[in-house]
């Protein structure tokens, strides 16, 4: 099992920034972020493996930076350039994969999630 912890979701205004962080409770080799809109499927955002491959939804591009400091079990998204789209609860999780991917079935352990509310 493993435990997963995120933080810094807020409300922010369009054009905005925030910094969302995720803690596990041991080292796994991947980590990413989906999120879930009201009445819609959680979706993949971002992901990064231990190695610090990374890969993003082509929607935020550009916009969006997943890191994770010396590969260890604390992962950070820096959410810029905000839009009101953006909005819906993050969520952290974690997989043994090689590399991110995108179907959320793939990944074994989740967090709680955490709101991002975009106002325009």
């Known amino acids: 099992q493993v435990q997963l912890v995120e933080s810094g979701g807020g409300l922010v205004q369009a054009g905005g920034s925030l910094r969302l962080s995720c803690t596990a409770s041991?080292?796994?080799?991947?980590m990413g972020w989906f999120r879930q809109a009201p009445g819609k499927e959680r979706t993949f955002v971002a992901g990064?493996?231990?190695?610090?491959?990374?890969d993003y939804v082509d929607s935020v591009k550009g916009r969006f930076t997943i890191s994770r400091p010396d590969a260890e079990n604390t992962m950070f998204l820096q959410m810029n350039s905000l839009k009101p789209e953006d909005t819906a609860t993050y969520y952290c999780?974690?997989?043994?994969?090689?590399?991110?991917?995108?179907?959320?079935?793939?990944?074994?352990?989740w967090g709680q999630g955490t709101q991002v509310t975009v106002s325009s």
């Open positions: 041991r080292r796994t080799y991947t």
């Open positions: 999780a974690t997989s043994n994969l090689g590399k991110p991917v995108s179907g959320a079935h793939l990944w074994n352990f």
């Open positions: 990064i493996t231990m190695a610090g491959v990374t």
